[in-house]
Protein backbone atom coordinates (compact mmCIF):
# COMPACT_ATOMS: atom_id res chain seq x y z
CA UNK A 1 0.00 0.00 0.00
CA UNK A 2 1.32 3.92 -0.83
CA UNK A 3 1.77 6.03 1.45
CA UNK A 4 1.09 9.79 0.87
CA UNK A 5 1.44 13.20 1.75
CA UNK A 6 -2.00 14.75 2.30
CA UNK A 7 -1.03 17.42 -0.15
CA UNK A 8 -1.65 15.00 -3.17
CA UNK A 9 -4.86 12.96 -1.81
CA UNK A 10 -6.29 14.62 -4.55
CA UNK A 11 -4.38 12.44 -7.06
CA UNK A 12 -5.62 9.24 -4.91
CA UNK A 13 -9.31 9.95 -4.81
CA UNK A 14 -10.82 6.04 -4.12
CA UNK A 15 -7.60 4.52 -3.52
CA UNK A 16 -6.71 3.03 0.48
CA UNK A 17 -3.10 5.13 1.68
CA UNK A 18 -1.14 5.34 4.49
CA UNK A 19 -0.43 8.89 5.75
CA UNK A 20 2.07 9.93 8.37
CA UNK A 21 0.65 12.69 10.40
CA UNK A 22 -0.09 14.04 13.57
CA UNK A 23 -3.49 14.92 15.73
CA UNK A 24 -3.77 18.16 15.65
CA UNK A 25 -7.14 18.12 16.92
CA UNK A 26 -9.99 15.60 17.60
CA UNK A 27 -13.66 15.81 17.76
CA UNK A 28 -15.66 12.26 18.95
CA UNK A 29 -19.02 10.90 19.67
CA UNK A 30 -20.51 7.61 21.01
CA UNK A 31 -20.11 6.24 16.97
CA UNK A 32 -17.77 8.77 15.14
CA UNK A 33 -14.49 10.30 15.73
CA UNK A 34 -12.82 13.10 14.09
CA UNK A 35 -9.41 13.66 13.55
CA UNK A 36 -7.66 16.42 12.45
CA UNK A 37 -4.36 15.56 10.79
CA UNK A 38 -1.86 17.30 9.61
CA UNK A 39 1.65 15.95 8.00
CA UNK A 40 3.11 19.54 7.30
CA UNK A 41 2.16 19.69 3.68
CA UNK A 42 -1.48 20.39 4.60
CA UNK A 43 -3.84 19.63 6.94
CA UNK A 44 -7.59 17.14 6.48
CA UNK A 45 -9.62 15.50 8.42
CA UNK A 46 -9.74 11.73 9.28
CA UNK A 47 -12.91 9.72 10.00
CA UNK A 48 -13.47 6.61 12.37
CA UNK A 49 -16.45 5.43 12.08
CA UNK A 50 -17.37 2.69 14.77
CA UNK A 51 -19.08 0.04 13.47
CA UNK A 52 -16.42 -0.20 10.39
CA UNK A 53 -13.78 -0.49 11.87
CA UNK A 54 -12.69 -3.02 14.99
CA UNK A 55 -13.83 -1.89 18.76
CA UNK A 56 -10.07 -1.54 18.92
CA UNK A 57 -9.13 0.59 16.36
CA UNK A 58 -12.24 2.87 17.46
CA UNK A 59 -11.28 3.04 21.26
CA UNK A 60 -7.87 3.93 19.91
CA UNK A 61 -8.73 6.56 18.12
CA UNK A 62 -11.00 7.85 20.70
CA UNK A 63 -8.53 8.38 23.19
CA UNK A 64 -5.69 9.92 20.77
CA UNK A 65 -3.89 12.86 22.46
CA UNK A 66 -3.13 16.19 20.45
CA UNK A 67 -0.01 15.89 18.89
CA UNK A 68 0.47 11.99 18.98
CA UNK A 69 2.17 11.06 15.98
CA UNK A 70 0.56 8.25 14.07
CA UNK A 71 -0.14 6.42 10.63
CA UNK A 72 -2.98 6.05 9.38
CA UNK A 73 -4.78 3.90 6.72
CA UNK A 74 -7.91 4.71 5.07
CA UNK A 75 -9.55 5.65 1.38
CA UNK A 76 -9.49 8.77 0.13
CA UNK A 77 -13.19 10.65 -0.45
CA UNK A 78 -14.07 13.69 -1.98
CA UNK A 79 -15.39 16.40 0.55
CA UNK A 80 -16.90 19.31 -0.66
CA UNK A 81 -17.63 20.91 2.66
CA UNK A 82 -14.19 21.10 3.80
CA UNK A 83 -12.05 23.62 2.60
CA UNK A 84 -9.49 21.24 1.88
CA UNK A 85 -12.04 19.28 -0.65
CA UNK A 86 -10.72 15.59 0.87
CA UNK A 87 -10.98 13.80 3.84
CA UNK A 88 -10.02 10.19 4.68
CA UNK A 89 -12.02 7.18 5.54
CA UNK A 90 -9.88 6.10 8.07
CA UNK A 91 -9.62 2.26 8.74
CA UNK A 92 -6.80 1.61 10.85
CA UNK A 93 -5.05 3.42 13.27
CA UNK A 94 -1.23 3.16 14.55
CA UNK A 95 0.35 5.36 17.28
CA UNK A 96 4.06 6.32 16.58
CA UNK A 97 4.71 8.63 19.34
CA UNK A 98 2.86 9.41 22.18
CA UNK A 99 2.22 13.23 23.04
CA UNK A 100 0.66 14.00 26.84
CA UNK A 101 -0.50 17.12 27.81
CA UNK A 102 0.95 19.40 24.68
CA UNK A 103 1.32 22.73 26.05
CA UNK A 104 -0.55 24.70 23.06
CA UNK A 105 -4.00 23.90 22.97
CA UNK A 106 -6.62 25.22 21.08
CA UNK A 107 -7.51 27.65 23.45
CA UNK A 108 -5.90 31.33 23.32
CA UNK A 109 -2.10 31.70 24.72
CA UNK A 110 -0.40 35.26 25.28
CA UNK A 111 2.49 35.81 22.96
CA UNK A 112 5.24 35.32 25.56
CA UNK A 113 3.83 31.67 26.42
CA UNK A 114 3.94 31.07 21.90
CA UNK A 115 7.34 32.22 21.60
CA UNK A 116 8.85 30.68 24.48
CA UNK A 117 7.05 27.53 22.77
CA UNK A 118 8.22 28.47 19.13
CA UNK A 119 9.68 25.29 18.61
CA UNK A 120 6.14 23.58 18.86
CA UNK A 121 4.08 26.79 17.82
CA UNK A 122 5.67 25.99 14.81
CA UNK A 123 2.90 23.48 13.93
CA UNK A 124 0.05 25.32 14.06
CA UNK A 125 -2.11 26.04 10.84
CA UNK A 126 -1.83 29.82 10.86
CA UNK A 127 2.15 29.47 11.42
CA UNK A 128 2.03 26.74 8.89
CA UNK A 129 0.43 28.75 6.42
CA UNK A 130 3.15 32.11 6.84
CA UNK A 131 5.54 29.84 6.23
CA UNK A 132 3.91 28.44 2.91
CA UNK A 133 4.16 32.17 2.01
CA UNK A 134 7.57 32.98 3.34
CA UNK A 135 8.25 29.35 1.00
CA UNK A 136 6.70 30.85 -2.17
CA UNK A 137 8.00 34.33 -1.82
CA UNK A 138 12.14 32.02 -1.55
CA UNK A 139 10.96 30.38 -4.49
CA UNK A 140 9.47 32.84 -6.86
CA UNK A 141 12.48 34.76 -5.77
CA UNK A 142 14.98 32.39 -7.36
CA UNK A 143 12.73 32.30 -10.73
CA UNK A 144 12.41 35.86 -11.12
CA UNK A 145 16.60 36.70 -11.41
CA UNK A 146 17.24 33.41 -12.51
CA UNK A 147 15.03 34.17 -15.94
CA UNK A 148 16.42 37.44 -15.79
CA UNK A 149 20.06 36.32 -15.87
CA UNK A 150 20.87 37.20 -12.57
CA UNK A 151 23.72 34.74 -10.93
CA UNK A 152 23.56 34.07 -7.54
CA UNK A 153 26.32 34.78 -5.32
CA UNK A 154 27.25 34.28 -1.61
CA UNK A 155 28.64 37.01 0.47
CA UNK A 156 30.95 36.33 3.60
CA UNK A 157 29.09 36.53 7.06
CA UNK A 158 32.11 37.21 9.10
CA UNK A 159 33.20 40.35 7.39
CA UNK A 160 35.89 43.18 8.03
CA UNK A 161 33.34 45.90 6.97
CA UNK A 162 29.86 48.09 7.62
CA UNK A 163 28.13 49.03 5.24
CA UNK A 164 25.14 50.52 6.62
CA UNK A 165 26.72 52.10 9.48
CA UNK A 166 28.97 51.19 12.59
CA UNK A 167 26.30 51.60 15.46
CA UNK A 168 24.67 48.33 15.10
CA UNK A 169 27.24 45.66 14.42
CA UNK A 170 27.92 42.95 15.95
CA UNK A 171 31.55 41.93 17.00
CA UNK A 172 33.26 39.02 17.24
CA UNK A 173 36.97 37.34 17.50
CA UNK A 174 38.26 36.04 14.44
CA UNK A 175 41.33 34.42 16.28
CA UNK A 176 43.62 37.42 17.18
CA UNK A 177 41.69 40.24 14.88
CA UNK A 178 38.05 41.62 15.05
CA UNK A 179 35.31 40.93 12.93
CA UNK A 180 31.99 41.70 12.35
CA UNK A 181 28.77 39.25 11.24
CA UNK A 182 27.64 40.70 8.34
CA UNK A 183 25.13 43.67 8.32
CA UNK A 184 24.83 43.86 4.13
CA UNK A 185 26.25 41.79 1.57
CA UNK A 186 26.29 44.65 -0.68
CA UNK A 187 30.03 45.74 -0.95
CA UNK A 188 30.91 42.53 -1.80
CA UNK A 189 27.92 42.40 -3.96
CA UNK A 190 29.54 45.55 -5.95
CA UNK A 191 32.55 43.18 -6.30
CA UNK A 192 30.06 40.29 -7.66
CA UNK A 193 28.50 42.60 -10.34
CA UNK A 194 31.79 43.97 -11.43
CA UNK A 195 32.77 40.02 -12.30
CA UNK A 196 29.30 38.40 -13.34
CA UNK A 197 27.10 41.43 -14.41
CA UNK A 198 23.84 41.08 -12.86
CA UNK A 199 24.38 39.18 -9.27
CA UNK A 200 22.10 38.63 -6.37
CA UNK A 201 22.78 37.74 -2.58
CA UNK A 202 20.16 35.51 -0.76
CA UNK A 203 21.56 35.31 3.54
CA UNK A 204 21.23 36.08 6.60
CA UNK A 205 22.45 39.35 7.84
CA UNK A 206 22.41 40.86 11.44
CA UNK A 207 22.09 44.08 13.62
CA UNK A 208 22.58 44.77 16.93
CA UNK A 209 20.05 47.56 16.99
CA UNK A 210 18.22 48.30 19.91
CA UNK A 211 14.60 48.32 18.34
CA UNK A 212 11.93 46.64 19.83
CA UNK A 213 9.11 47.57 17.02
CA UNK A 214 6.83 44.99 14.90
CA UNK A 215 9.16 45.30 11.72
CA UNK A 216 12.87 44.63 13.63
CA UNK A 217 14.71 41.37 13.70
CA UNK A 218 18.16 41.15 15.02
CA UNK A 219 18.82 38.24 12.46
CA UNK A 220 16.87 38.53 8.99
CA UNK A 221 17.31 37.18 5.27
CA UNK A 222 17.45 39.49 2.88
CA UNK A 223 17.89 39.90 -1.34
CA UNK A 224 20.70 41.95 -2.63
CA UNK A 225 20.84 42.49 -6.19
CA UNK A 226 23.70 44.42 -7.89
CA UNK A 227 24.06 45.16 -11.41
CA UNK A 228 26.51 46.52 -13.26
CA UNK A 229 26.12 49.38 -16.12
CA UNK A 230 22.72 50.58 -14.47
CA UNK A 231 21.96 53.79 -12.98
CA UNK A 232 18.97 54.26 -10.63
CA UNK A 233 15.87 54.76 -12.72
CA UNK A 234 16.25 51.13 -14.16
CA UNK A 235 17.02 49.71 -11.09
CA UNK A 236 13.73 51.17 -9.58
CA UNK A 237 12.06 49.48 -12.24
CA UNK A 238 13.71 45.86 -11.61
CA UNK A 239 12.36 46.79 -8.29
CA UNK A 240 8.64 47.11 -9.02
CA UNK A 241 8.65 44.05 -11.67
CA UNK A 242 10.15 42.16 -8.70
CA UNK A 243 8.13 42.81 -5.65
CA UNK A 244 4.96 42.54 -8.65
CA UNK A 245 5.93 39.11 -9.54
CA UNK A 246 6.11 38.30 -5.79
CA UNK A 247 2.78 39.25 -4.79
CA UNK A 248 1.61 37.87 -8.32
CA UNK A 249 3.20 34.55 -7.07
CA UNK A 250 1.96 33.83 -3.66
CA UNK A 251 -1.65 35.18 -5.63
CA UNK A 252 -1.08 31.94 -7.66
CA UNK A 253 0.44 29.48 -5.66
CA UNK A 254 -0.98 30.07 -2.38
CA UNK A 255 -4.67 29.87 -2.36
CA UNK A 256 -4.79 27.86 0.97
CA UNK A 257 -2.36 29.93 2.94
CA UNK A 258 -4.05 32.86 2.07
CA UNK A 259 -7.74 31.33 2.86
CA UNK A 260 -5.76 30.57 6.29
CA UNK A 261 -4.69 33.86 7.11
CA UNK A 262 -7.80 35.82 6.07
CA UNK A 263 -5.95 37.81 3.35
CA UNK A 264 -7.90 39.43 1.30
CA UNK A 265 -6.91 38.78 -2.35
CA UNK A 266 -8.55 42.15 -4.07
CA UNK A 267 -6.14 43.82 -1.94
CA UNK A 268 -2.88 41.98 -3.05
CA UNK A 269 -4.02 41.94 -6.48
CA UNK A 270 -3.50 45.91 -6.55
CA UNK A 271 0.07 45.52 -5.56
CA UNK A 272 0.52 43.98 -8.96
CA UNK A 273 0.07 47.22 -10.69
CA UNK A 274 2.78 48.97 -12.25
CA UNK A 275 4.26 51.04 -12.46
CA UNK A 276 4.76 52.00 -8.87
CA UNK A 277 4.15 55.51 -7.81
CA UNK A 278 7.71 57.84 -7.03
CA UNK A 279 7.94 60.73 -5.05
CA UNK A 280 10.16 62.60 -4.01
CA UNK A 281 11.85 62.91 -0.23
CA UNK A 282 11.33 66.44 -0.46
CA UNK A 283 7.75 66.29 -1.54
CA UNK A 284 7.64 63.08 1.44
CA UNK A 285 8.64 66.00 3.75
CA UNK A 286 6.11 68.54 2.67
CA UNK A 287 3.09 66.16 2.38
CA UNK A 288 3.78 65.60 6.23
CA UNK A 289 4.01 69.13 7.12
CA UNK A 290 0.65 70.13 5.19
CA UNK A 291 -1.27 67.15 7.05
CA UNK A 292 -0.28 68.57 10.32
CA UNK A 293 3.15 66.26 10.95
CA UNK A 294 5.16 68.68 13.38
CA UNK A 295 7.37 66.52 14.87
CA UNK A 296 9.75 66.12 11.41
CA UNK A 297 11.27 68.91 9.00
CA UNK A 298 13.55 68.60 6.14
CA UNK A 299 16.73 66.39 6.98
CA UNK A 300 15.03 64.25 9.66
CA UNK A 301 14.81 60.06 8.65
CA UNK A 302 11.20 59.02 8.25
CA UNK A 303 8.97 57.11 11.36
CA UNK A 304 6.98 54.23 11.04
CA UNK A 305 3.87 56.78 11.91
CA UNK A 306 5.32 59.07 8.81
CA UNK A 307 5.80 55.73 6.34
CA UNK A 308 2.39 54.82 6.87
CA UNK A 309 1.04 58.11 6.45
CA UNK A 310 2.83 58.58 3.03
CA UNK A 311 1.81 54.81 2.21
CA UNK A 312 -2.09 55.66 2.69
CA UNK A 313 -1.54 58.50 0.16
CA UNK A 314 -1.43 55.44 -2.41
CA UNK A 315 -2.88 52.54 -2.91
CA UNK A 316 0.29 50.54 -3.65
CA UNK A 317 3.96 50.31 -2.45
CA UNK A 318 5.74 53.84 -3.28
CA UNK A 319 9.24 54.58 -4.00
CA UNK A 320 10.66 57.82 -1.46
CA UNK A 321 13.57 59.24 -3.72
CA UNK A 322 16.27 60.85 -3.30
CA UNK A 323 17.18 61.69 0.94
CA UNK A 324 19.21 63.66 2.27
CA UNK A 325 23.12 62.28 2.25
CA UNK A 326 23.57 62.90 6.12
CA UNK A 327 21.30 60.21 7.07
CA UNK A 328 22.33 57.80 4.56
CA UNK A 329 25.39 55.22 4.10
CA UNK A 330 28.68 56.79 2.65
CA UNK A 331 28.60 54.40 -0.77
CA UNK A 332 25.64 56.35 -2.24
CA UNK A 333 25.84 58.29 -5.42
CA UNK A 334 25.68 62.37 -4.77
CA UNK A 335 22.90 63.70 -7.02
CA UNK A 336 24.10 65.29 -10.25
CA UNK A 337 22.94 69.12 -9.64
CA UNK A 338 22.70 68.86 -5.62
CA UNK A 339 25.21 68.56 -2.83
CA UNK A 340 22.36 68.04 0.07
CA UNK A 341 20.78 64.60 -1.49
CA UNK A 342 22.09 60.87 -2.86
CA UNK A 343 20.55 58.76 -5.48
CA UNK A 344 18.69 56.64 -3.45
CA UNK A 345 14.81 54.93 -2.86
CA UNK A 346 13.19 53.04 -0.25
CA UNK A 347 9.97 51.02 -1.08
CA UNK A 348 7.57 51.38 1.12
CA UNK A 349 4.76 49.26 1.59
CA UNK A 350 1.27 49.58 1.88
CA UNK A 351 -0.95 49.09 5.45
CA UNK A 352 1.72 50.06 7.48
CA UNK A 353 3.91 48.04 6.99
CA UNK A 354 6.88 49.91 6.40
CA UNK A 355 10.33 49.79 4.46
CA UNK A 356 10.68 46.79 2.47
CA UNK A 357 13.49 47.69 0.31
CA UNK A 358 16.50 50.02 0.33
CA UNK A 359 18.44 50.82 -2.60
CA UNK A 360 20.84 53.28 -4.31
CA UNK A 361 23.16 53.74 -7.02
CA UNK A 362 26.63 53.70 -6.18
CA UNK A 363 29.06 56.06 -5.98
CA UNK A 364 31.67 55.70 -8.84
CA UNK A 365 34.28 58.47 -8.47
CA UNK A 366 37.43 56.87 -6.35
CA UNK A 367 38.40 60.35 -4.51
CA UNK A 368 34.78 60.94 -3.57
CA UNK A 369 34.07 57.54 -2.03
CA UNK A 370 37.91 57.76 -0.56
CA UNK A 371 36.24 60.94 1.08
CA UNK A 372 33.26 59.76 1.94
CA UNK A 373 34.79 56.47 3.78
CA UNK A 374 37.19 58.96 6.18
CA UNK A 375 34.51 61.17 6.91
CA UNK A 376 32.26 58.16 8.01
CA UNK A 377 34.91 57.11 10.45
CA UNK A 378 36.24 54.21 8.58
CA UNK A 379 39.16 52.20 7.53
CA UNK A 380 40.82 53.00 4.65
CA UNK A 381 43.14 50.42 4.68
CA UNK A 382 40.03 47.73 5.49
CA UNK A 383 38.12 49.29 2.24
CA UNK A 384 41.06 49.42 -0.14
CA UNK A 385 39.60 46.67 -1.93
CA UNK A 386 36.22 48.21 -2.39
CA UNK A 387 38.38 50.89 -3.51
CA UNK A 388 40.10 49.12 -5.96
CA UNK A 389 36.48 48.33 -8.01
CA UNK A 390 36.66 52.35 -8.71
CA UNK A 391 40.10 51.84 -9.91
CA UNK A 392 39.71 49.17 -12.59
CA UNK A 393 37.12 49.74 -14.71
CA UNK A 394 34.47 51.16 -12.73
CA UNK A 395 30.97 51.55 -13.85
CA UNK A 396 27.74 53.10 -13.41
CA UNK A 397 26.12 50.15 -11.02
CA UNK A 398 22.72 50.04 -8.92
CA UNK A 399 21.58 47.64 -6.38
CA UNK A 400 19.13 47.09 -3.16
CA UNK A 401 18.16 45.05 -0.37
CA UNK A 402 14.82 43.43 0.12
CA UNK A 403 13.77 42.28 3.73
CA UNK A 404 12.48 38.73 3.25
CA UNK A 405 10.29 38.83 6.14
CA UNK A 406 9.31 42.64 6.30
CA UNK A 407 7.71 41.41 3.13
CA UNK A 408 6.45 37.78 4.65
CA UNK A 409 4.15 40.01 7.37
CA UNK A 410 3.47 42.74 4.59
CA UNK A 411 2.16 39.81 2.29
CA UNK A 412 0.21 37.59 4.74
CA UNK A 413 -1.10 41.14 6.06
CA UNK A 414 0.28 39.56 9.86
CA UNK A 415 0.66 41.82 12.64
CA UNK A 416 4.41 41.56 13.71
CA UNK A 417 7.04 40.25 11.83
CA UNK A 418 8.27 37.63 14.95
CA UNK A 419 5.87 35.85 13.25
CA UNK A 420 7.55 35.91 9.56
CA UNK A 421 10.52 33.77 10.40
CA UNK A 422 10.79 30.47 11.87
CA UNK A 423 13.24 31.36 15.27
CA UNK A 424 13.32 35.01 15.60
CA UNK A 425 15.86 36.63 17.17
CA UNK A 426 14.83 39.58 18.75
CA UNK A 427 15.95 42.08 21.48
CA UNK A 428 16.10 40.36 24.61
CA UNK A 429 14.88 36.53 22.68
CA UNK A 430 17.51 34.34 22.00
CA UNK A 431 15.24 31.13 23.26
CA UNK A 432 14.15 28.73 21.68
O1 LIG B 1 17.85 49.61 4.12
P1 LIG B 1 18.85 48.56 4.46
O2 LIG B 1 19.62 48.73 5.71
O3 LIG B 1 19.80 48.48 3.18
C1 LIG B 1 20.93 47.77 3.06
O4 LIG B 1 21.37 47.00 3.87
C2 LIG B 1 21.58 47.94 1.71
N1 LIG B 1 23.01 47.58 1.83
C3 LIG B 1 20.89 47.07 0.71
C4 LIG B 1 21.48 47.16 -0.66
O5 LIG B 1 21.38 48.19 -1.29
N2 LIG B 1 22.09 46.09 -1.12
O6 LIG B 1 18.13 47.15 4.52
C5 LIG B 1 17.42 46.67 3.40
C6 LIG B 1 16.12 46.05 3.84
C7 LIG B 1 15.14 47.02 4.48
O7 LIG B 1 14.41 47.74 3.52
C8 LIG B 1 14.25 46.08 5.28
O8 LIG B 1 13.30 45.46 4.44
C9 LIG B 1 15.24 45.02 5.73
O9 LIG B 1 16.33 45.06 4.84
N3 LIG B 1 15.69 45.29 7.10
C10 LIG B 1 15.22 44.65 8.18
N4 LIG B 1 14.31 43.67 8.32
C11 LIG B 1 14.05 43.21 9.57
N5 LIG B 1 14.67 43.68 10.67
C12 LIG B 1 15.62 44.66 10.59
N6 LIG B 1 16.25 45.08 11.68
C13 LIG B 1 15.92 45.18 9.29
N7 LIG B 1 16.79 46.12 8.84
C14 LIG B 1 16.62 46.17 7.51
MG1 LIG C 1 16.90 51.24 4.91
Known amino acids: MKQIQIIDAKNHVGETVKIGAWVANKRSS???????????????????????????????????????????????????????????????????????????????????????????????????????IRNELIRATYEFFNKHHFVKIDPPILTGSAPEGTTDLFETNYFDQKAYLSQSGQLYMEAAAMAFGKVFSFGPTFRAEKSKTRRHLIEFWMIEPEMAFMHQEESLEVQEQYVAFLVQNVLDNCDYALDVLGRDRAVLEKYTNLPFPRISYDDAIDLLIKNGFDDIQWGDDFGSPHETFIANSFDRPVFILNYPKAIKPFYMKPHPTREDVVICADLIAPEGYGEIIGGSERATDYEFLLEQIKNHGLSEEEYSWYLDLRRYGSVPHSGFGLGLERTVTWISGIEHVREAIPFPRLLNRIYP
Open 30 to 132: GKIAFLQLRDGTAYFQGVVVKNEVSEEVFQLAKSLTQETSVIVTGEIREDSRSKFGYELGISNVEVIGESQDYPITPKEHGTDFLMDHRHLWLRSSRQHAIMQ
